[in-house]
Structure formats: structure tokens, C-alpha cells
């Protein structure tokens, strides 16, 4: 029983390449999250969705679009991939927007080439 | 911006307790202090948080100083599962995490 899941674990494609990464919570939160974590192990949020709606977009480039079509399920698409954005990419959810616990999905490694 | 220093690393003989320090000494009146750590190859996990007053659960206690400028978690009786990163944050506000910034942590190795 899998609290938070993430589809691939590991994907590996070239430059320019289009690809998603999936995630699904199966524990009723409203808030989820995306966080990246690169070469150097910082992890940093990059987009946060309470009840589909987006209320944290850092500073992230175009090129990552989430998409939530419902509050289970929150994707990441990424377009032109580059080589910079190989890293390791964490799903997370909460209760709500005030929770002060995140659960963290076992994390996606995007090896970009 | 993590707004917090640890150590960059610890080690603790098994079946003791790790104390893992960390220092924020710009916390604000409002922010409260969490502890997540990253086992090797998986996500971070949420350990304790609190406010100003010790906190203990299943897992850790959390010990404030009276002025909140520094904490220091406590893993009562470590084991080798303990080994992992520790991260000491900041929360900017009283309402939740949302924007957890996690800063470099501790690496802390459990010695058996």
C-alpha cells in the first residue's frame, strides 16, 4: 500500500526529448507537491497544488508544466530536455496547505543525455 | 534560502543516542522548527517538529533553546536504519510548510 507512487523510477532519454513523470497519493490529501533534487542533493520545491488548483510555482523554467487532473494525481511534463535537468525528482503530499508533514514518493531519476 | 546550519557530518555508535545540533539563530517569533531526513535513494520522511517547547514522538525528541536560535534532535537509542541525512528547517510561516527549503543536512552514520 503505497502512500505516494511515481511512474517512471527511472528514465533515461536524450536531449530535446519530451517526457512525464507520473505521481499518485491514495491518502485523501488535498496538497501535493514537486520537488527537485540535483547532483549536489539540494532539494528544492518547485510547484505545489492544493485541491488542483497551483499555489507555489518557483522558479522554474516553461519547460516543466504540472498538471493535475485531480487530487490524487499530480504530473510533471517536461519539454526540450536539457542536460541541466538531470536529477532526481521527488513527489510529495500533504492533508492540506497548513499540514505541517509531507509524505515524499520514492523519487524519479532523470538521466538526461 | 535554508536559514539553518548543521554539521556535515555525525557518527553515533548503535544502541546510543544521536544528538544532532542545528543552529537558526534569525527564526523568527512565528516559525517553527522541523526535522525530516533522507535515507540513501529515498524520499525525505518527516521526523518531529515544534514551536518553542520540547517535542517527543514515536521516533525523536526535539529539544528548543529558551531563545530559539538553536535545537537539537535526539534519536533516543540509534540503529543502523537511522543512518541517513538529517535536515533541519525552518518553516517562513505558522500556517503549514508548503515551502519547505531543505538546506545540506547532516549525514549521520550509525556505527555498529
Known amino acids: 500500500d503505497t502512500a505516494v507512487s511515481q511512474t517512471p523510477k527511472y528514465l533515461v532519454t536524450q536531449m530535446g526529448n519530451d517526457k512525464s513523470i507520473k505521481c499518485e497519493q491514495n491518502?485523501?490529501?488535498?496538497?501535493m507537491y514537486w520537488y527537485k533534487q540535483d547532483s549536489k542533493k539540494f532539494l528544492k520545491i518547485m510547484f505545489s497544488?492544493?485541491?488542483?488548483?497551483?499555489?507555489i510555482n518557483e522558479t522554474v523554467p516553461n519547460r516543466f508544466s504540472p498538471k493535475s487532473p485531480d487530487k490524487a494525481h499530480l504530473n510533471l511534463h517536461i519539454n526540450s530536455l536539457e542536460l541541466g535537468d538531470s536529477a532526481v525528482y521527488f513527489c510529495?503530499?500533504?492533508?492540506?496547505?497548513?499540514?505541517?508533514?509531507?509524505?515524499f514518493g520514492p523519487g524519479t531519476r532523470l538521466t538526461v543525455t | 534560502d535554508a536559514k539553518t546550519t548543521q554539521p556535515t557530518s555525525m557518527d553515533c555508535a548503535e544502541g546510543r543516542a544521536a544528538n544532532l545540533p542545528c543552529n537558526h539563530s534569525t527564526i523568527s517569533g512565528n516559525e517553527y522548527v522541523y526535522w525530516y531526513r533522507q535515507i540513501h535513494s529515498q524520499g525525505p520522511q518527516y521526523i518531529i517538529h515544534?514551536?518553542?517547547n520540547n517535542e517527543t514522538n514515536e521516533m525523536a525528541s526535539l529539544i528548543i533553546t529558551e531563545d530559539r536560535k538553536s535545537s537539537t534532535l535526539i534519536l533516543p537509542h540509534a540503529t543502523l536504519r537511522d543512518t541517513a541525512v538529517y535536515y533541519c528547517?525552518?518553516?517562513?510561516?505558522?500556517?503549514?510548510?508548503?515551502?519547505?527549503?531543505f538546506g545540506t543536512g547532516t549525514r549521520l552514520t550509525i556505527i555498529p
Open positions: 497544488y492544493n485541491n488542483k488548483e497551483l499555489i
Open positions: 528547517i525552518v518553516s517562513p510561516t505558522n500556517f503549514g510548510n508548503e515551502k519547505l527549503t
Open positions: 491518502l485523501g490529501h488535498d496538497t
Open positions: 510529495a503530499s500533504s492533508r492540506s496547505r497548513d499540514s505541517y508533514e509531507q509524505y
Open positions: 515544534g514551536l518553542k
